[in-house]
């Protein structure tokens, strides 16, 4: 897999395929939009939708740390997707992946699902925090437009970007990175995605199956 080193506020970091960031200098990886639950909460409603979206998820955070020398990983809002995410087959699932990964440190700064969703077990470990979150240069939040100190990462949005050719057209996940603010890609499986028209100052890089890459403006 090729990420993408860039710089943000003075710090290097790493766009990752896996649709997340690396902060290499902190150890740390930021995920932004995982939805925990999200498929158990459409059956819970009578939708038919698949099933194994949380072991996908696991799976997905078990490859960056295989990857990545990371201590911690920052979840920017909506780590579950609401009240039925905390079925106790989703619970177990994500209790047996945090038995085996007991020294990392795990930091949720609430979105708008977590507010309905309620807390993560106490028994995940995970540390909670309101956004805007301080963290070194940076601000991180779930919603892009919060006010704050800092250089803002935040997610809420899913960004996709439409490439497009004579003939095709692709909608891929993508970083949008501005003077200010970045926003991150919804990491979570069964996620979806919402096109946005990118500001004058952004920085499009999509994920492209294994890759991240930079749109060139014309």
């Given at each position: ?33 995982i ?77 708008n ?20 979150f301080?963290?070194?240069p ?17 997610g ?33 499986a ?19 199956e ?9």
């Open positions: 897999m090729t990420a993408m080193a860039t710089e943000l506020a003075g710090e290097q970091v790493l766009l990752l395929p896996q649709k997340a960031l690396y902060w290499p200098a902190a150890r740390t990886l930021m995920v932004a939009d939805h925990f639950g999200k498929a158990a909460s459409f059956r819970a409603q009578g939708v038919p939708v698949p099933r194994g979206t949380t072991s996908e998820n696991l799976a997905a955070l078990e490859t960056l740390l295989t990857t990545h020398d990371a201590q911690r990983i920052i979840f920017l809002g909506d780590f579950l997707h609401a009240k039925a995410a905390q079925a106790p087959a989703t619970l177990q699932a994500m209790l047996d992946w945090r038995s085996r990964h007991r020294e990392l440190e795990l930091l949720l700064v609430r979105g699902h977590d507010w309905h969703a309620g807390d993560p077990s106490e028994l995940l470990h995970v540390a909670l925090a309101d956004e805007p301080a963290c070194g940076f601000a991180l939040c779930h919603h892009p437009g919060v006010a704050c100190e800092g250089y803002a990462i935040a809420h949005v899913h960004p996709v970007f439409h490439l497009r050719t004579a003939r095709e057209s692709l909608r891929l996940p993508c970083f949008l990175l501005g003077t200010s603010r970045a926003i991150l890609p919804a990491f979570g069964f996620t979806g995605g919402h096109s946005l028209i990118p500001q004058a100052s952004d920085k499009v890089y999509v994920v492209a294994d890759s991240v890459f930079l749109i060139e403006k014309r």
